[in-house]
């Protein structure tokens, strides 16, 4: 297993924690931070016992997004060039993984950290949480997918005032938009999470990779195209090993068994 700097990557009973290990800046994200994160999406892809991942932040922030004080200095930043080389991989990585992430959000999510937060699957967050589109603030737009991920959750409107007037959106507003699953008091936000992640770790994981993958593609697909996209994935779901567990428990009476393959 690697061994990183500025991230934490656990693998226990199927499940993979990655927690972003910069405390002292709020898990701000410079350049090391975010090819260690690119690295363990890799390892986390590559591991067939891992079923489910979660996704954290050490301290009491989830992820405080660019690190600033990092990016000043030396010659000019090609924001480009950091985007295709930094953050975009991390996004695509987590949104093409064929297994669910889990989002625990322990504290505020900002900038590049909110698009971090929405670009899970599911987010559990804490009483405590915000999530804030802060790039407005130093005269930057929205990155990292969030301008894809906002307007499908919340809609157009909402998504514009909270891009365009960097609105710090608290944990049960969030609950109430669609942006977050759950929210608990941060004593309970571990116990929530387990719930989620015994689930996804004894579910069948292929379906759920492609359920993930069903449902970004209908973002820009037709109902006929979806219709024989889904007939294309159940062939694949029906040839799965654990198909034929589900069926055999069901006609058994019992609790299927699912190994995610």
Known sequence: ??????????????????????????NA???EITFELQDALKTVAKDDLVRVVVLTGEG???????????AQGGQKRSF?????KRYNPIIRAMRTLPKPIICRLNGVAAGAGCS????CDMIVASEEA??????INIGLVPDSGSSYFLPRLTGMAKAFELCAMGSRVKADEALTLGLV????????????????????????TK???LIKKMLAKSATSTLDEMLDYEAYCQEIAGSTDDYQEGVKAFLEKRKPVFAGK
């Open 1 to 26: 297993m690697s061994t990183y700097t500025f991230i934490k990557y656990e693998v226990t009973a199927g499940v993979a924690t990655i927690t972003l290990n910069r405390p002292d800046v709020y």
């Open 29 to 31: 994200l410079n350049d």
């Open 60 to 70: 009491k922030a989830f992820c405080s997004g660019q690190d600033l004080k990092a």
């Open 80 to 84: 480009l060039q950091s985007l295709h």
């Open 116 to 119: 971090l937060a929405l670009a």
């Open 130 to 135: 915000t999530l804030i589109e802060v790039f």
């Open 181 to 204: 699953n759950k929210v608990v008091p941060p004593a309970r936000l571990d116990e929530a999470v387990t719930e989620y992640t015994n689930y996804f770790a004894q579910a069948p």
């Open 207 to 209: 379906a759920i990779g």
